[in-house]
Nanobody, 123 residues
Framework: EVQLVESGGGLVQTGGSLRLSCAAS????????IGWFRQAPGKERERVSY????????YYADSVKGRFTMSRDNAKNTAYLQMNSLKPEDTAIYYC????????????????WGQGTQVTVSS
């Protein structure tokens, strides 16, 4: 059974930090690009960051550039999103996704999706 399980979300004050994890199982993790997406209430899903299968390429949305860092550990089948200097506008459900390529993730397409983890940033 394919699974992507996000963890690490929670409530944090403005300026705080959180580290999200995405644990994968049931497929060959290092064959896939991994992405983080988020969706706030009443808003469309937004691409946050994605990383190639070998971690040689990483993309960040302008809204998080310089504050968020994405990484992956293929030996642990896990991807991470370190979020620093959090702002209230970062409040959303964060989803990780696995795609056959960074291009597919950049278009919002993924083969597998996690269930999401809530991040709430209080002002």
């Amino acid at each position: 059974e394919v699974q992507l399980v996000e963890s690490g979300g929670g409530l944090v004050q403005t300026g705080g930090s959180l580290r999200l994890s995405c644990a994968a199982s049931g497929f060959t993790f290092d064959d896939y690009a991994i992405g983080w997406f988020r969706q706030a209430p009443g808003k469309e899903r937004e691409r946050v960051s994605y990383i190639s299968s070998s971690a040689s390429s990483v993309y960040y949305a302008d809204s998080v550039k310089g504050r968020f860092t994405m990484s992956r550990d293929n030996a642990k089948n896990t991807a991470y999103l370190q979020m620093n200097s959090l702002k209230p506008e970062d409040t959303a459900i964060y989803y990780c996704a696995a795609g056959r390529s960074i291009w597919r993730l950049s278009q919002g397409f993924a083969e597998y999706w996690g269930q999401g983890t809530q991040v709430t940033v209080s002002s």
